[in-house]
């Protein structure tokens, strides 16, 4: 800002006339403001320009503050309408389109925990077509399974399952000797068929091996006794054979990942398209 000489001569004139001192103007203690010192024009225009710049900030904060008032306002009526179920209309088409669109990147994705995510998107459709919940709360649980496919994706994670080629040999085995090194059973289900219990009842107990992804990256599975795993083929949908290489590092990876090791670095066999690549 630049004065005018007219405005200059003002502006010496006021300070002077009104006997205000540049210490007074800066806060300078009351025992140091007994001697008189002149104030400069270009003195006097800094304290003016602090001043605008500090009326300015001030009056932007109130701008952002009102601005966010009203957001919060705007909220507080989408929630205390959706309380009262008066956001059926709005909510409940947004939902089925989010129900579409995740089974679509499900069944499109790596067939990982098919059961337990699968039955958790089938429960919610059934709420959608009951009446007995909020629409808000219908609402809530769709963001919940949404989070849930999110951290899958940002997981490794170890669960067990039956071989993807031949499903079910270690029960077979099961069925003709339960005392056979192929069936192998646990100290804990040999007690339960000693306090009669049925071999069928411990079918979902005696699983081929486990099954480790990697995110949304990879797919593999590893036999109970380390001697053959796959990896699925997302181009293909089908499951190649992993090499004896693979299988060794594959082995410490579902370890690791079920917490029956240290953890440390993992090293995945990850093939996408055409490409093949070691992720670490």
Not at 47 to 62: F, K
Not at 89 to 99: D, G, H, Q
Not at 145 to 160: A, K
Not at 202 to 211: E, K, S, T
Request: net charge negative; hydrophobic share 40%; glycine share 6%.
């Amino acid at each position: 800002m630049v004065l005018s000489q007219p405005a200059r001569q003002l502006a010496l004139c006021t300070v002077a006339c009104l006997g205000v001192s540049l210490s007074a103007i800066m806060g300078v203690p009351a025992q140091a403001q007994d001697q008189t010192v002149p104030v400069s024009v270009a003195e006097y225009e800094s304290v003016l320009e602090e001043i605008t710049a500090r009326r300015s900030n001030l009056a932007l904060r109130e701008y952002y503050l009102t601005q966010q008032q009203a957001e919060i306002a705007s909220l507080t009526q989408r929630i205390e309408a959706a309380q009262n179920n008066d956001a059926s209309e709005e909510l409940i088409p947004l939902v089925r389109t989010m129900v579409a669109e995740l089974e679509k990147e499900m069944v499109d994705g790596l067939p990982f925990r098919i059961e337990r995510r699968f039955g958790l998107l089938d429960s919610l459709r059934e709420d959608l077509q009951g009446d007995g919940l909020l629409a808000s709360d219908i609402y809530r649980r769709a963001m919940e399974l949404i989070g849930t496919e999110v951290e899958y994706g940002l997981q490794v994670g170890s669960y067990t399952g039956n071989n993807p080629i031949n499903p079910g040999t270690r029960f077979a085995a099961c069925e003709q000797n339960v005392e056979s090194a192929e069936c192998d059973l646990s100290d804990e289900q040999e007690q339960a068929l000693e306090s009669g219990a049925v071999l069928f009842d411990l079918r979902d107990q005696i699983y081929d091996g486990n099954f480790i992804h990697y995110g949304r990256m990879a797919l593999l599975y590893l036999e109970r006794d380390s001697s053959e795993g796959y990896r699925y083929n997302e181009d293909t949908k089908e499951w190649d054979a992993l090499s004896n290489s693979e299988l060794l590092g594959l082995r410490q990876n579902v370890r690791i990942a079920r917490g029956e090791s240290a953890i440390s670095t993992m090293t995945a066999p990850i093939r996408k398209g055409e490409r093949a690549a070691d992720a670490s």
